[in-house]
C-alpha cells in the first residue's frame, strides 16, 4: 500500500511540475537567471527539455546585446528568478 501511494504522489508532484512549465511557456514568463560567475541575465522563459537540463529562451538581454533565441545549459545556472501569477483554483 506504501509504495502505490509514493507512486500516486511522485505522479501528482510530475503532474504539477509539467503544468508549472507548460504555463511558464505560454505566458512567455520574463525570468531572471543567476549564473555561476555571479551574473545575470534576463529572458522570457520558452521551454525546458525532458532531462531539465537545457533551458530555451527568447529576448536574452547579456552584455553583447540582445539574442532572439538561446539556449542554457542548466548546469551553469544558480537559479531562476520570476513572477507568476497564480489563478483561481490553482495550487
Known amino acids: 500500500m506504501a509504495e502505490n501511494n509514493k507512486k500516486s504522489t511522485a505522479y501528482i508532484q510530475r503532474m504539477r511540475t509539467l503544468k508549472f512549465y507548460q504555463k511558464m511557456a505560454s505566458a512567455r514568463i520574463p ?50 528568478e520570476y513572477n507568476l501569477v497564480q489563478e483561481e483554483g490553482e495550487l
Open 31 to 80: 525570468i531572471t537567471v543567476y549564473l555561476h560567475d555571479q551574473r545575470e541575465v534576463k529572458a522570457e522563459f520558452g521551454a525546458i527539455d525532458s532531462s531539465e537540463s537545457k533551458l530555451a529562451v527568447s529576448n536574452l538581454q547579456t552584455d553583447w546585446g540582445v539574442i532572439n533565441r538561446a539556449v542554457i545549459r542548466t548546469g551553469d545556472v544558480v537559479g531562476i
